[in-house]
């Protein structure tokens, strides 16, 4: 089956930063997803991106769908932005890579 | 509008025990998917429904079952409970089976001691 890899597995970084974490898929998807898990375990929609490029306030994200790997941005890194960031893909069953946890220091 | 709702948000069983939980999609979604989470892991896939048909199973044993009701609700029912059944449970909704943005509920975070 499909194989999703994330990386960093971890990432600390100063308030301030900016960062960016990669989702890499090993066939071609239908759906690609960025989520972010808070801290009580609920999923929080980032971007749906099979493709292209799309941007929200301080987050971005770009899937390059031809070359199987999908980019999250984070720029100017809040203390609230902390906690874990999953992609999701989707072709024949929807398969979650095992997360970036993203600690941002005040 | 509501999201999907699932219930309950918390329960606690024995081994052997048989768990159902519940899940409300968004008003106008067809699709459920069911997940498994458990700590420190990615969420893992178990069914996915749509129209009242199972299309997607993940690997997980016969004791996991599921079904969609008509007005597209669903229940993930776990037989023969094992300790490493513990997990948060999550469900989420789509408009479609192949496409569509998935969102998620709260989940149902399940232990068995």
């Known amino acids: 089956g499909i194989q999703v890899e994330q990386s960093p597995p971890d990432l600390i970084l100063q308030e301030g930063a900016n960062s960016t974490l990669r989702c890499n898929f090993s066939?071609?998807?239908?759906?690609l997803q960025w989520f972010h898990q808070n801290p009580w375990g609920q999923l929080i929609n980032l971007f749906y991106?099979?493709?292209g490029t799309k941007q929200n306030g301080r987050l971005s994200a770009t899937t390059v769908a031809t070359e199987r790997y999908s980019l999250l941005y984070i720029s100017s890194s809040q203390t609230t932005d902390s906690g874990v960031y999953f992609c999701?893909?989707?072709?024949?069953?929807?398969?979650f890579g095992k997360g970036t946890r993203l600690h941002i220091l005040p | 509008d509501a999201g999907v709702t699932q219930s309950p948000t918390h329960l606690i069983k024995t081994r052997g025990q048989h768990v159902t939980l519940r899940c409300s999609p968004i008003s106008g979604h067809k699709s459920v998917s069911w997940y498994q989470q458990v700590l420190g892991q990615g969420p893992q896939f178990i069914f996915q429904y749509y129209e009242k048909e199972e299309r997607g199973r993940g690997n997980f044993p016969d004791r996991f079952s599921a079904r969609q009701f008509p007005n597209y609700s669903s229940e993930l029912n776990v037989n023969a409970l094992l300790l490493g059944d513990s997990a948060l449970y999550l469900c989420?909704?789509?408009?479609?089976?192949?496409?569509?943005?998935?969102?998620f509920g709260e989940g149902s975070r399940l232990t068995v001691l």
């Open positions: 991106i099979p493709s």
């Open positions: 999701a893909v989707k072709n024949d069953k929807i398969i």
């Open positions: 066939d071609s998807v239908n759906n």
């Open positions: 989420a909704s789509s408009q479609g089976a192949r496409t569509g943005e998935l969102f």
